[in-house]
């Protein structure tokens, strides 16, 4: 347990010194991090997700055990979100998005530095992408079936319940902040296969049709507006 905490405390910790929430990990946040004595499956498992072997080598005992996080895929990321999230999420990964597993890449750089090196960063990804990203008002009758939806098919068992009495369970993917800058066709096509972009399958596929998925997508972008 311990050991486990300091991994995740190494992880998200700023150099500004503000500490924004950890990384969750779904098998270790869900299942394990309760528990009162340290755990040796613990730590393989976190350096596993925290992508720790991606800098250093295992030792040939731990190596059978290992199950690295693949990255996910990003030739088409600029269509389905808003580069301009991409920007502040690729500088300040943790205070963009909370519970993110992305580290601070370029903390070593001075501002200046940093703030060309992340807009070249985004155009790379853009000029890569084969269509553009586009923001489409939801439709309040998909909305309201999207909900009951999200709340039945498996959402929650790893995402935070959504709606005006819903309140977050004390460990939780949160999606508040981060699901809003998709693209709803993108979303949609997300939701019915995840592992077209993140191929590791942290995000099981629920079997969802067309329709489903699109009703899903129209209620966790209920919020979008569109200036007139």
């Not at 299942?31 to 991606?54: F, H, Y």
């Not at 999420?89 to 750089?109: K, N, Q, R, W, Y």
Request: net charge neutral; charged share 20%; proline share 8%.
């Amino acid at each position: 347990m311990i050991v486990a905490l300091i991994l995740l405390l190494l992880w998200a910790t700023p150099l500004s010194g503000q500490v924004p929430p950890p990384p969750f990990i779904g098998g270790y946040d869900c299942v394990i991090r309760d528990e009162a004595t340290a755990s040796v499956e613990a730590g393989i498992l976190l350096i596993g997700e925290l992508g720790c072997t991606s800098c250093h080598a295992p030792s040939s005992k731990d190596n059978p055990w290992l199950r690295p996080r693949q990255a996910p895929r990003l030739d088409s990321v600029a269509q389905r979100i808003d580069p301009f999230h991409l920007v502040d999420f690729i500088g300040d990964p943790a205070s963009t998005h909370a519970g993110t597993v992305m580290p601070e890449m370029l903390s070593h750089l001075k501002e200046l530095d940093r703030q060309v090196a992340v807009r070249r960063l985004v155009a790379y990804l853009v000029d890569r992408s084969k269509t553009s990203w586009q923001r489409s008002v939801p439709d309040r009758v998909a909305i309201e079936e999207g909900e009951r939806l999200y709340h039945q098919v498996g959402c929650v068992s790893c995402h935070e319940p959504l709606g005006a009495a819903a309140t977050a369970p004390a460990h939780s993917n949160r999606l508040t902040g981060r699901v809003e800058h998709w693209s709803q066709p993108q979303l949609t096509r997300f939701l019915r296969d995840p592992h077209s972009s993140r191929p590791s399958g942290r995000m099981p596929s629920l079997g969802l049709s067309h329709r489903e998925a699109d009703a899903i997508a129209h209620f966790l972008l209920r919020e979008t507006r569109i200036a007139a």
